[in-house]
């Protein structure tokens, strides 16, 4: 058996038995919550890393996810899992229709309104006081319990929920190594190394953006209806500009285009600030400081870095 595939098992062994070994909620709060963001890089990536699209509203859309899923459940009394659905498609008929026309312009001018999409729907999320609940929309509903076989099971807690943000990251994952690895995902490497060469060879450039867009947006929005339930209480801060260049910036920093950027950029600028207490208020310049030192000497990421040290490394980091 390979050495790579033993490494690969254990730590997925070791991620799997975290909640059985750690009984703090605050610990499993946590590794969810990291789960979240690798989760929202991993789209973004999509996008950004495998397409070209630099969006600064990312989070616009895992902020509709989330509410959408919430105003369903609170106003109109839909079960749970339906509504995540429906918020979810929602997000992504409403991501189509920003991205159509958004997506036919470039360059800065592309990140400047992805960036003015992003403020507006935080804007409208805050003051939309009769359907969002303004500064904090609360009382959402967890999973209910369900029993089988005389067992009861509660799907409300918070190892459920770290169970559920995991597997939401493996299926993730390989929806995406499917997506790039398919003909489609080849059009959106053309697409990012030369799009007027795309387009001279006759894809249909706008049409193929449009796909990595809408797909991204749809896997935050459905992670948004998940922490929308996660947390009880969503505020709209979660769409705002400043989550999206968060994201971005993990992503810069993990490494574009990987498994283990999308890894390593949420556990360096997430978990450690949030973990290291004393570290929260000087958050930004911790974020300045590593992103000035991997645009200088990493360039492509940690991932990318540390794949380029050796050429086996590049077989064992994905």
Do not use: C
Request: proline share 5%; charged share 10%; aromatic share 12%.
């Amino acid at each position: 058996m390979h050495p790579r595939f033993i490494i690969y098992f254990l730590i997925g062994l070791a991620v799997v038995l975290v909640p059985v070994f750690v009984q703090s909620n605050y610990w499993i709060y946590m590794f969810t919550m990291v789960g979240i963001f690798m989760v929202l890089v991993s789209s973004l990536d999509l996008a950004y890393g495998h397409t070209g699209l630099v969006s600064l509203a990312h989070a616009a859309f895992f902020g509709i996810g989330a509410y959408s899923s919430a105003i369903l459940q609170l106003k109109l009394a839909v079960p749970i899992l339906p509504a995540l659905l429906l918020g979810t498609l929602i997000t992504a008929i409403i991501a189509a229709a920003i991205g159509w026309p958004m997506l036919r312009i470039r360059g800065p001018y592309f990140v400047l309104g992805t960036l003015a999409i992003g403020i507006a729907i935080e804007i409208i999320i805050h003051n939309w006081d009769g359907l969002t609940g303004g500064v904090s929309l609360s009382g959402i509903p967890m999973f209910p319990e369900v029993t089988i076989f005389g067992t009861t099971f509660d799907l409300s807690s918070k190892r459920f929920f770290y169970y559920l943000v995991l597997a939401v990251l493996v299926v993730t994952q390989i929806l995406i190594r499917r997506i790039v690895n398919s003909r489609t995902g080849r059009t959106f490497a053309s697409i990012r190394e030369n799009e007027d060469l795309a387009a001279a060879l006759g894809m249909n450039v706008s049409g193929y953006k449009l796909i990595s867009f809408v797909a991204a947006s749809t896997i935050a929005a459905f992670m948004g209806g998940i922490y929308a339930n996660y947390m009880g209480a969503i505020e709209p801060e979660i769409a705002g500009s400043h989550m999206s260049f968060n994201l971005l910036v993990m992503i810069v920093v993990g490494g574009t285009r990987s498994i283990a950027g999308a890894v390593i950029g949420p556990l360096l600028l997430w978990f450690v600030p949030e973990f290291l207490e004393a570290a929260q208020m000087y958050r930004p310049l911790f974020f300045g400081a590593i992103l000035i030192i991997v645009i200088i000497f990493m360039p492509t990421g940690i991932a990318g870095k540390l794949r380029s040290l050796h050429p086996r490394m590049a077989k064992w980091i994905p």
